[in-house]
């Protein structure tokens, strides 16, 4: 692994008895600096922690749910890391990428985009392939077999299709007020042309 694609912590809050530890690193799936957070509960030095992906919804960066959401009370007295990505690439400067909150930068929705002008915003392959590659790599007392994946609103759309797509490397899947119809919602509608054309077949793979 290229020594830029290593992940650097950034920061560090004790919290639970754990740690919430947020990370930044160079992605080639999505051509940007991104950063994301685990939270580390308590552990014995041979332990081996099972992972749940949090999911932000649309404006959200990593640091929402690990902020606002309490989770690593649960987390640190069940022996689970808390994995938080952020929710698109950024600082790619793309014309009209920060002209609307659901679209673009924090509106990623999880998906790999065939359009050419949003070619970076690959979410999904980030999020299944690139980050559990790079947890396995970095932070041995991370046992990324053992994962669940979680979200909220467009990450609880991202958690449903994720899991339904890739049945053998979840254990669960949950969603909280996920956009579970976006072909017929405006957000996805808007979203889904821009990011994979007019032929709305090409949605629904």
């Keep these: 692994m290229a020594s830029d694609s290593k992940p650097t912590e950034i920061s560090s809050t004790k919290m639970f008895g754990g740690y ?3 990370f930044k690193h160079y992605s080639p799936t999505l051509g940007c600096s991104m950063t994301f957070h685990i939270y580390f509960p308590p552990s014995s030095p041979s332990q081996k922690f099972p992972v749940l992906y949090w999911l932000s919804g649309l404006t959200c960066t990593d640091e929402n749910f690990i902020a606002k959401s ?36 924090g509106a990623g929705f999880y998906l790999n985009a065939t359009q050419e002008k949003w070619k970076n915003w690959q979410m999904y392959d980030y999020i299944v392939k690139e980050l559990p590659a790079l947890l396995q790599e970095n932070f041995p007392q991370l046992d990324t077999s053992r994962a669940s994946i979680s979200g909220h609103s467009m990450g609880g759309h991202g958690a449903l299709t994720i899991y339904l797509k890739n049945l053998d490397k979840y ?3 949950s969603a909280f007020a996920p956009v579970a ?3 017929n919602c405006p957000w996805g509608h808007k979203a889904f042309t821009n ?11």
């Design 20 to 22: 919430n530890k947020r």
């Design 70 to 105: 309490g989770a690593q009370r649960v987390a640190s007295s069940e022996g689970v890391a808390l994995i938080a990505p952020d929710t698109s690439p950024r600082g790619l400067n793309i014309e009209g990428e920060s002209d609307s909150w659901d679209f673009g930068v």
């Design 171 to 173: 254990k669960s899947v």
């Design 181 to 183: 119809n976006p072909t």
């Design 195 to 205: 990011y994979l054309g007019e032929n709305r077949a090409a949605w629904e793979v």
